[in-house]
């Protein structure tokens, strides 16, 4: 467990209920704020990075598959809402 997010309750929850080998939660605009939480074995934290750009290079990808969507997109970016 990462221990240094108020979701990690929620992460080692899906961890479970999912029989995943880890488990990587974004919580933007919760109830406990803005945050995210790493459950799993270290090399899951290790890699962390580099996973969330090649999530990051496929989301935008699909976007710009998508007219819709990319034109959403592009008229929303805003920063994440505060805390």
């Not at 209920?17 to 704020?33: D, M, Y």
């Not at 969507?69 to 970016?77: I, P």
Request: aromatic share 8%.
């Amino acid at each position: 467990m990462s221990g240094a997010s108020p979701y990690d309750d929620e992460t080692e929850g899906v961890l479970e209920r999912t029989r995943a080998k880890g488990v990587v939660l974004v919580v933007i605009g919760g109830k406990k704020g803005n945050a995210y939480s790493v459950v799993g074995p270290a090399e899951l934290h290790y890699n962390l990075p580099e996973l969330l750009r090649r999530a990051a290079d496929e989301a935008e990808a699909y976007q710009r598959a998508d007219e819709f969507t990319s034109q959403f997109a592009t008229q929303t970016r805003e920063p994440f809402p505060k805390n």
